[in-house]
Nanobody, 126 residues
């Protein structure tokens, strides 16, 4: 059974940091682009960051540039999202996802993600 399991969410004060992890199992995701998405209450799910299969290319939404860093360890089948200088508007459920069968450009644009985790809640208090 293919699974993506997120962890590391929680409650943090504004200005604080969290590190999300996404552990994949069931098959290797080392050939997949991986992405982090988030969905705030009443809003659509949007891409936050993405990373190519090799880690050589990354994408960040403007709202998180300079604060968030996506990385991956293919040997551990795990992708990470380091979140610094958190703001209340970062509050959302964060999902990791795997993209296969599309170009890197498309994956960086948030397309072609067909495996999803269950999500982890991040709450930033002011």
């Amino acid at each position: 059974q293919v699974q993506l399991v997120e962890s590391g969410g929680g409650l943090v004060q504004a200005g604080g940091s969290l590190r999300l992890s996404c552990a994949a199992s069931g098959r290797t995701f080392s050939s997949d682009a991986m992405g982090w998405f988030r969905q705030a209450p009443g809003k659509e799910r949007v891409i936050v960051a993405a990373i190519s299969w090799s880690g050589g290319r990354t994408y960040y939404a403007d709202s998180v540039k300079g604060r968030f860093t996506i990385s991956r360890d293919n040997a551990k089948n795990t992708v990470y999202l380091q979140m610094n200088s958190l703001k209340p508007e970062d509050t959302a459920v964060y999902y990791c996802a795997a993209s296969r069968g599309v170009t890197t450009n498309q994956a960086m644009a948030g397309r072609g993600y067909d495996y999803w985790g269950q999500g982890t809640q991040v709450t930033v208090s002011s």
